[in-house]
């Protein structure tokens, strides 16, 4: 890693070198169309076919539940175009949270011009959902929830297997979709045990390659494709599959969820030591997000009178790779829609800073943060106008 | 390539080692988010957007007029979805041909039933489009012309240039899109002399990666983005890139470029050798697709009295790796709505045989599957019921 500490790893994760090592021969010799009968195409189609096994396993699912796609996004994109395309004849009503990522909220809104109304229900100051208020939330014409496992910025994580049950004992036929790309190969994610009909996931979230991805669809949910052509993924998702990114996919989901335990308890512990340590330091700080109920990996600081993007290229110059919420959304200044959803002013959720953990995170580099931070924090603070005014100089 | 033939390569390519070894940075040390601000994040970026200039030079575009996706569907996808929905307000009727792939058929379908209007123009026995009949066909309330630029099943090449000339002097405001995922990397695609609007193409087609294509779209042109989310690609395709994918697929175009000249001789001559000894040794066999404007690397034969699944089948017994026709339908046993587009009778369109070539390939394996081809349709006919009730036992 050359000298830098990397703590962007809710933005994307390195492959791991098992994973690439998985994906070698596709990328080589065994660089059939799976859709061929040929030799090739049968080497091809039958990875494509353990991995899809390998996958639901893990999830507890059936491999014809899942559909390969190109990532998170387009995950998400299938299941709410999917599903408000498939049942827009029983209803035109959708349920969200306010914090949801912008595959979600900028999905729901296109679908808000096609004439869908969309209910975003609120958050706590800890970024958490109420199932009750969800449930409350659906209507008679409701057909479709969508709420994240976690949350890519704060990590709060939400009681999806609650929600999916209020929402049902409300209405039995609303399908509950859950936007799992922060949790899969985290958290012991199961289909079954969250009583989800859709759920998104994304390889490069959990050391596997970028430009992959799935949605699990519970069998029998019908969902008009978004991508028409060939007719691959049983007419649900059109194009030649993949295949390295595929095999990758399982792979690491595969190690992810073999090491998910001990490296959870490893990342809590850093995790813990770089909120009380940044906390302890700097004034006028606060943590993001729900202190115990959050990813293992995940801290999200807002420092009063600081703006988020210097504080990130100040981090670079000192080697420290960090992001101020999303990557997605890097680059824009407006303050963090998931940060002013709890309830911050602008002038907090502007000074946010998220430190994702991960692989090669270690107590010295934690420390080395925890050391340098309020440094910068504090230099800003001094410098900036807007500190000034605020009284911090 | 483990003694066998393989003769599929419009169905998918295997990566080119040395398109391998740039994308290997991007699957181990440079792993980062194109979209996080710090080193990773900038690295990333540079990556992503010095591929963007390598493609858009070699295509003769401007960087900004490509659209990075997940492939050739997606791009045919976004391209027809993304301007039907940009322009619906000003008309709802496309002009399209009876050969494309499916990608281009079964999205028009689903604008169909979305209200939009299609005209499919037919071929002539050869598989080409005639540019007058495209140019009648466009009508007031036409808003896109799309005409694939070489046929994947039988390797005609269309007079774009002289189709969009004809169809923007009819309709100066009709967008012309191509489907060139055959042609780019085999022959010199230039949008700027094509005179195209938008064109799909594809990595897998030439030596690079499956999962990675783009959409050039000229500057000005209005598309309704068909995923949504962190704003990836100028808000016009979100999703996280797929760097080494990205990086991959323009090296395997500069490369492809490069070595294009003289390997499409060396392709055509074989092509040649392949046709002749083929059509020279089997009686009741043709040639499907244009004799001359056609791809270099493609034969397409049609055997009557033969099933061509089981001519496939046995051709993988002999080490031969074929298809019937396109890799995205093979496993169903219609005929080819392309060859029964040119006028074949189902008995000729379903004995159907592609042989596409490509870097593997040398005058000793043409023979070899010169001298086969010959033997199986012999044996086939013999057995098959059908060639006995047609005759041929």
Request: hydrophobic share 40%; with cysteine.
């Amino acid at each position: 890693m050359n000298g830098l500490i990397y703590m962007d790893y809710a933005a994307t994760t390195p492959l791991d070198p098992r994973v690439k090592e998985a994906m070698e021969p596709f990328l080589s010799d065994a660089f059939g169309n799976p859709n061929s009968i040929h030799f090739y195409g049968r080497q091809a189609r039958k990875a494509v076919d353990e991995s899809r096994e390998m996958i639901a396993h893990i999830l507890g699912c059936r491999p014809g539940e899942m559909i390969f796609t190109s990532g998170g996004t387009e995950s998400d994109n299938l299941a709410l175009r999917g599903v408000a395309g498939a049942r827009k004849h029983r209803g035109r009503h959708i349920v969200s949270s306010t914090i949801e990522h912008h595959a979600v909220l900028h999905t729901l809104e296109a679908l808000r011009e096609e004439g869908f109304e969309v209910t975003l229900v609120p958050v706590d100051e800890d970024g958490l959902v109420d199932p009750e208020q969800v449930a409350d939330a659906v209507r008679e014409d409701t057909i479709l929830v969508s709420i994240m496992h976690a949350n890519n910025e704060i990590g709060t994580i939400q009681p999806i297997a609650e929600i999916a049950k209020l929402v049902k004992e409300k209405k039995t036929d609303v399908l509950v979709h859950t936007d799992a790309v922060q949790t899969v190969g985290h958290l012991p994610v199961r289909v079954d045990q969250l009583n989800v009909d859709l759920l998104s996931l994304s390889a490069h979230k959990f050391y596997g390659p970028k430009g992959v991805g799935a949605l699990y669809v519970r069998q029998g949910t019908r969902l008009v494709p978004q991508l028409t052509g060939g007719g691959q993924e049983k007419n649900r998702r059109s194009g030649t599959e993949n295949v390295a990114g595929i095999v990758g996919m399982a792979h690491a989901l595969r190690l992810s969820t073999q090491e998910m335990e001990q490296e959870n308890r490893r990342l809590a512990a850093l995790r813990d030591r770089l909120i009380d340590g940044i906390l302890g330091q700097v004034p006028d700080s606060r943590l993001n997000g729900h202190r115990t109920q959050r990813l293992a990996h995940n801290a999200n600081f807002s420092f009063l009178g600081v703006e988020g993007e210097a504080l990130l290229l100040q981090l670079d110059l000192h080697g420290i790779c960090a992001s101020s919420g999303s990557a997605c959304t890097s680059g824009s200044l407006d303050p963090s829609h998931v940060l002013l959803a709890l309830g911050l002013s602008r002038e907090w959720a502007i000074g946010s800073l998220r430190l994702t953990l991960g692989r090669s995170n270690d107590d010295q580099q934690v420390d080395q943060v925890v050391k340098i931070v309020p440094q910068i924090v504090q230099r800003l603070r001094e410098l900036t106008p807007e500190a000034v005014r605020l009284g911090f100089s």
